[in-house]
């Protein structure tokens, strides 16, 4: 009987033997490789949401292939309605196409019917400028803010000559940008 009784007593040494050195392990092992286990395991989360979505998305497009490939007539009505709008949208840009092309045909005999105009006027020995301004002024009687502008803009003189380019740095006059000394600054 003494001989079971050891063995009684050998076991609960044993398995508490075996829970320190497992905790001892556990706990150096935490210690010294927690935060990345900690961030693995984050980082599997996410990866793991992300794969799982792509899936879905991906058994989703398969399911909804299957749909339409046993329905042909879904496919031929969403064919009909996407070609029905895009010949919608080319008669607008036919449309608009046109009525630009008759803006240019209009502003073209407008152009031909000035210069005819002019051309008649100078034969005449009249000065062209003069007349150009006429059926403005006929088409409005009163006078209209665009002329008064114009003249008031005509008397005025330019500030500097047409040659003047800021960036050049010619002809700058007594305004000029001058760096500062070099060196230490002066005074105590």
């Not at 299957?66 to 309605?81: C, L, M, N, S, Y």
């Not at 019917?113 to 009687?141: T, V």
Request: aromatic share 6%; proline share 5%; with cysteine.
């Amino acid at each position: 009987m003494e001989a079971d009784g050891d063995e009684l007593s050998a076991r609960p040494a044993l398995a508490t033997d075996g829970l320190r050195f497992l905790r001892v392990t556990v706990g150096s092992l935490l210690a010294t490789y927690g935060w990345y286990i900690a961030f693995s395991c984050i980082l599997l989360y996410v990866v793991f949401q992300k794969l799982s979505a792509r899936l879905r998305a991906l058994r989703q497009r398969q399911l909804d292939r299957a749909a339409a490939a046993g329905e042909p007539d879904v496919v031929v009505k969403r064919q009909e309605a996407l070609a029905a709008a895009r010949l919608k949208m080319q008669e607008e840009l036919n449309a608009q196409v046109e009525k630009h092309k008759e803006k240019l045909r209009q502003l073209e005999e407008e152009k031909r019917r000035q210069k005819i105009e002019m051309w008649d006027s100078m034969q005449e020995g009249k000065s062209y400028k003069g007349n150009a301004r006429k059926p403005q002024e006929e088409d409005s009687p009163g006078p209209s803010a665009s002329s008064v502008v114009q003249k008031w803009k005509s008397d005025r003189k330019p500030l500097r000559g047409g040659g003047y380019n800021p960036l050049s740095g010619e002809g700058g006059g007594a305004c000029s940008w001058r760096p500062g000394r070099r060196g230490p600054s002066a005074g105590g």
